[in-house]
């Protein structure tokens, strides 16, 4: 595992999950492939499990980087930087909305 830019850190269900933001003077030429699924899962080993799927809402080329992880009821939640809340899937990183029915706009 590399240990460049993590933001946060948090072990959850064997896991230890990691959240990826670049300093300031990076942002410029920081992927925005990276920037956008910027969450990552690694066993005990250090071996990489998943990559967070891109947030759905949005266009391709928005940036939409998730900007804070937590646990809550037993279940790993990110919310990013359009301003949504995301429950994580554990097992392969997919994402589903927080809460039914909120719109981001």
Do not use: H, T
Not at 38 to 47: F, P
């Amino acid at each position: 595992m590399n240990n460049n830019n993590i933001q946060q850190s948090l072990e959850f269900m064997r896991l230890k999950i990691i959240r990826r933001y670049p300093s300031d003077e990076d942002l410029v030429s920081y992927p925005r492939s990276k920037l956008n699924r910027n969450v990552e899962a690694y066993d005990k080993k250090g071996n990489l499990v998943w990559v967070i799927q891109e947030c759905p809402v949005g266009g391709a080329e928005q940036d939409k980087a998730y900007m804070n992880i937590w646990i809550e009821s037993e279940k790993l939640l990110a919310g990013n930087w359009v301003g949504l809340d995301f429950i994580v899937n554990i097992e392969n990183g997919n994402v589903s909305p927080a809460k039914l029915g909120v719109r981001p706009w």
